[in-house]
């Protein structure tokens, strides 16, 4: 079974930080991983998806990064702002067994910027 | 274009009634996926639908859930006789398969359904 983890759970920062959000999973077996941001009451919307045969992805002041054989990866956020307030996911389909695609989840980085 | 939609958005029932929940995917995706969200937890698979191939029910909690797929795209999730522990955000999912390697998904804004 795939185990995700985020750290930190939770991040409170001044506007203008850069931050790294991390991410790491139990089984190196995936076929990508995908960040996606929640802002409370609404769903998911995706921020980048990294095919495990790349290192990185970048999209605007967004880069993510993995290591697929360590089982990490990180977001980095430059220059942060009030809008980038809301919870960050991690989620990861393995490249194995029946349910091709499920997606299994971290529990999040509870991301607030203050001006 | 358009995207995933959900609907109820939001959903109170009482304990022991039936519900029903419903997903229009993005045109033309082929997969199609339920999570769920409770509060404190992280989000959890429920079910797997692609193409016309039988469904992965796997992740499903009890039998009092199941759903169903109609002509490969617009689903229902159903709860026979709600629990409280039902309470939580449901959230739908699709994504182009082709074969290949598992592509983005994309969710829809969720149902929130309260159970009283």
């Known amino acids: 079974k795939q185990e995700v983890t985020q750290i930190p759970a939770a991040l409170s920062v001044p506007e203008g930080e850069n931050l790294v959000l991390n991410c790491s999973f139990t089984d190196s077996a995936i076929y990508n991983l995908q960040w996606f941001r929640q802002d409370p009451g609404k769903g998911l919307t995706s921020l980048l998806l990294i095919q495990s045969s790349q290192r990185e992805q970048t999209s605007g002041r967004l880069n993510a990064s993995l290591d697929k054989s360590s089982g990490r990866s990180t977001l980095y956020i430059a220059a942060s702002q009030p809008g980038d307030s809301a919870t960050y996911l991690c989620?990861?389909?393995?490249?194995?067994?029946?349910?091709?695609?499920?997606?299994?989840f971290g529990r999040g980085t509870q991301l607030t910027v203050w001006p | 274009g358009a995207g995933v939609s959900q609907s109820p958005s939001n959903k109170v029932t009482e304990k022991g009634k039936d519900v029903e929940l419903r997903c229009d995917p993005i045109s033309g995706h082929t997969a199609l996926y339920w999570y769920r969200q409770s509060l404190g937890q992280g989000l959890e698979f429920l079910i797997y639908f692609q193409g016309n191939s039988a469904p992965d029910k796997s992740g499903l909690p009890s039998d009092r859930f199941s759903a169903e797929r109609t002509g490969g795209s617009v689903s229902t999730l159903t709860i026979q006789r709600t629990q409280q522990e039902d309470s939580a955000v449901y959230l739908c999912?699709?994504?182009?398969?082709?074969?290949?390697?598992?592509?983005?998904?994309?969710f829809g804004p969720g149902t929130r359904l309260t159970v009283t």
């Open positions: 989620a990861v389909p393995l490249d194995r067994g029946s349910t091709l695609g499920r997606l299994y």
């Open positions: 999912a699709s994504s182009l398969t082709s074969g290949g390697p598992v592509h983005e998904q994309y």
